[in-house]
């Protein structure tokens, strides 16, 4: 069994933290096929990572494998999956509920990875008081009465960028600890809220540029 430590408060450097859910779907991938066991060379040869660099990042959880064998399979995905705290059931609101904050609602592989959105809120009055997916909708004023019901710990921002700032001062009023903001909007918080930022606008003019980059090459 591989070797492995309480690491479950441990603060990773992000680009480590970032590689190591790659890591656990590329293990899901060996789990489904009946794969026993893995070396950080497979991993790198799956993956365009560094085997060295494998390693380093597997450290930081103090999982080590076995010499000429390397990791069982099982025991690495299950360390993994904890130490990413995806077994640990998550509450979130999520506000906004347009195209994108639909969207999410009903992606309920989410809960696979201990995220549970319990419910959402909006300005649209023709939406507020319905339900998606059993997520029941409400407007914004009532988000600090549902917080204390629910203790939802985690805010899903989805709204218009002109709105992100103060839904986010709405959602941290509210008790919310942490805002995964998919705004473009770069939304500011007081010191102890975690922020997460996912721009798909970023991501999508940094593959225009790219795009632009190699046509220029042509």
Sequence with gaps: MAQQKDTSS???PEPTLRRLPWYLAYIDILR?????TVSSTQISRALSVDASQIAKDLSFLNIKG??????EVKDLGDALTTFLGFRTPHNAF????GSLGEALIRDR??????LNIIAGFD???????????NVPI???????????????SIGILTVPVDQAQDVADTMVAAGINAIWNFTPYRVRVRDGIVLANTSIYA????????????????
């Design 138 to 152: 409400f407007h914004p004023d009532e988000m600090r009465a549902r917080q204390r019901l629910s203790r939802a």
């Design 203 to 218: 991501h999508l003019a940094l593959i225009y540029n790219r795009l632009n980059s190699q046509s220029h090459l042509l």
């Design 32 to 36: 489904t096929e009946g794969v026993a």
């Design 10 to 12: 441990v603060l990773l």
């Design 94 to 97: 999520i506000a906004g509920v």
């Design 66 to 71: 076995k010499t000429r064998i390397g990791y």
């Design 109 to 114: 592989g989410l809960a696979n990875y201990g």
């Design 123 to 133: 300005v649209k009055e023709d939406i507020c008081g319905t339900e998606i997916c």
